[in-house]
């Protein structure tokens, strides 16, 4: 495992200019997770970073070498793809060793066998090694793919939305299984993910992307409490943060235009002082319920305390418990 | 508008029993959820409603008709697919309003419901756009809206945001049970991810081997889970399952597991011993110190407001929901008590609830 640095790489794709200045360390041992919607460009960075595309400016380092001019195969990455492709004709086994008997490394058989049924056992897989890959299910057959990369030992992992393929009962597990593996070994991972709750549940730092640039970087905790922007706010968190106007509430900074409040930061009463609020609708997602409120006209969702026993029509008041303000631009400024 | 009655529903294919007795009423102005995992039967079960398929016994009434053997073209329904197949050469316009032109309404009347159904999905703003340009949430929605200017009297949905990203998703999960508000079309909707039968659905089919498991509110799903499958199936994280051997008595409060005692809403049943299984969702776990079930802390994934913490304990790894204020390490030694009131208690061989204050009635049908 090593460290690499990406150094103010831009790349444009004719008119669109898909990372823009984007710098980023990802250091020896960490998980970074890069955050944002389809086509902020998290996937060309780590396109950029395997050698799969060739920056128009910057460069990047891995181990301290530059290896900004060298094909994908001289820069010691291994890269797992959102489309798991294995091959249909060789067993687990076989799929998984593929890498380790590339010609050109020479393992002595024994030691790949070694290797495999280590990472096998890590994935759970080890009673699969004899099956031919297509008599396996879609979560086993991703395990395979991420197993077929854990087997080297390469200078960092790069994965594109690998989990994003299995249903959600089987993401889940995944996600515990690979941040515990990523520790276990003391792996080095860049990865990318619209799904927020695999970046705030895996990643040691996670990016937040947006048109190309690299808008914040933070522990999960950091950028879920301390956001840089209104963008960056609204990308964690569930239900999303209520961006509400300022002049709903008393008491808010002068240069604030929006407040940002999340469940954490209001203070539900049934009455009392506060900014009077309706209850619409009490939606029973199952792990949690959602309760929107109509604030002059303004919707609020917030998660609601079963044991307020709040009903539709209800009416309540509403306090702020140290919110987030923004200004004009959606930056966020101090309380 | 009209009510869907499904009275005891069967298609086979070949050797394959896809559909097993299948009944359900979706009341007028209702929106029911078919939900499951591939292979259930809810897309087979949609497509008799529809028409597309022939079943090998029951009936379907449409607004008290029988239409069990009707053509899909005389079943005034309206389908809307996952894969939406708009026509590239025409605009979205001339899309929406493709279905009415087919039946030769007039091009003020079409202009008319073209116009409304545009501002229901609210992109007026698109009409004369080409559709190739369009981004998948709006493709969606002029697919749904080739639906709505025909104003069926019913709108049958097959898994139609399977194809989009997790934050369109969520936009228009909110933005088809707004729409349902307004029109308030009758609507079967197919799908296998709960989260959108949660967040939509008044009624909740669970389907699982071609039988309906369960047809409840989503509330009801949720608490009162009818059987194993569907307490599993059900939930994100799924609902911890701890085994235990027990005989059980009508009235009693609480099981023995292991050297504990555990309190439990009331049984109103009474069993000889048989494996049972008790089930306790992620939010009902509490930490304390002088908590029954020990374990070990095996990972913690933080969410922002909350934080689900895995647990290594005698009866497998346990997931507990916590605020994420609270502080854990992986390896530190916990114990864990659970939420009497909530708690559900399952016979492992049927799978079914037994039943108690909390469950009564058991399984449907």
Known sequence: ?335 | MAQIRVEALDKSFGNFHAVKSASFTVEDGQFLCLLGPSGCGKTTTLRMIAGLELPTAGTIRLGGEDVTMRRASARDIAFVFQLFALYPHMNVRQNIGFPLKCEGISAAERDRRVTEAARALRISHLLDRSVSGLAGGDRQRVALGRAIVRQPKCFLMDEPLGALDTEMREEMIEELRALHDRLGATTVYVTHDQLEAMAMADVIAVMNNGCVEQLASPRDIYDRPASLFVADFIGSPPMNFLPFRSSLAAGVRAVRLGDSEVAIPAAREALAESDLVLGVRPEHVRFSDRGMVRGEVYGVEYLGTTQIVTVTTAYGALKARSPASMPFRTGENVGLDFRADTLSIFDQHSGRAIRTTLHEGGLHG
Do not use: C, W
């Open chain 1, 1 to 335: 495992m090593a460290e690499v640095e990406i150094r103010a790489v831009t790349k444009t794709f004719k008119t669109t200019r898909a990372v823009d200045d984007l710098s980023l360390t990802i250091r020896d041992g960490e998980f970074v997770a890069l955050l944002g919607p389809t086509g902020a460009g998290k996937t060309t960075t780590l396109r950029l970073t395997a050698g799969l595309e060739l920056p128009d400016h910057g460069s990047i380092h891995i181990g301290g070498r530059d290896v900004t001019r060298e094909a994908p195969a001289e820069r010691d990455v291994a890269f797992v793809f959102q489309q798991y492709s294995l091959y249909p004709h060789l067993t687990v086994f076989e799929n998984m060793a593929f890498a380790l008997r590339a010609p050109g490394r020479r393992l002595p058989e024994a030691v790949i066998r070694t290797k495999v049924e280590e990472v096998a056992r890590l994935l759970h897989i080890e009673t699969k090694l004899e099956n031919k890959a297509t008599q396996l299910s879609g979560g086993q057959m991703q395990r395979v793919a991420i197993g077929r990369a854990l087997v080297r030992s390469p200078s960092i992992y790069l994965m594109d939305e690998p989990l994003s393929s299995l249903d959600a009962k089987l993401r889940g597990e995944m996600r515990l299984e690979l941040k515990r593996i990523q520790t276990d070994l003391g792996a080095t991972i860049l990865y990318v993910t619209h799904d927020q709750t695999e970046a705030m549940t895996m990643a040691s730092r996670i990016g937040v992307i947006e048109a190309g640039r690299l808008i914040q970087i933070g522990t999960p905790r950091d950028i879920y409490e301390n956001p840089v922007n209104a963008y960056v706010a609204a990308r964690l968190g569930q239900p999303a943060i209520n961006l509400l106007p300022a002049d709903l509430f008393a008491g808010v900074p002068l240069m604030a235009r929006t407040i940002g409040a999340r469940t954490e930061h209001l203070t539900i009463a049934p009455g009392g002082a506060g900014v009077p609020a309706t209850v619409k609708r009490i939606e029973h997602l199952g792990d949690q319920s959602h309760l929107h409120l109509d604030v002059a006209g303004q919707p609020v969702v917030t998660l609601s305390d079963p044991e307020a026993r709040l009903g539709v029509g209800d009416t309540v008041t509403l306090n702020l418990n140290n919110p987030l303000f923004f200004d004009a631009d959606g930056t966020r400024i101090a309380a």
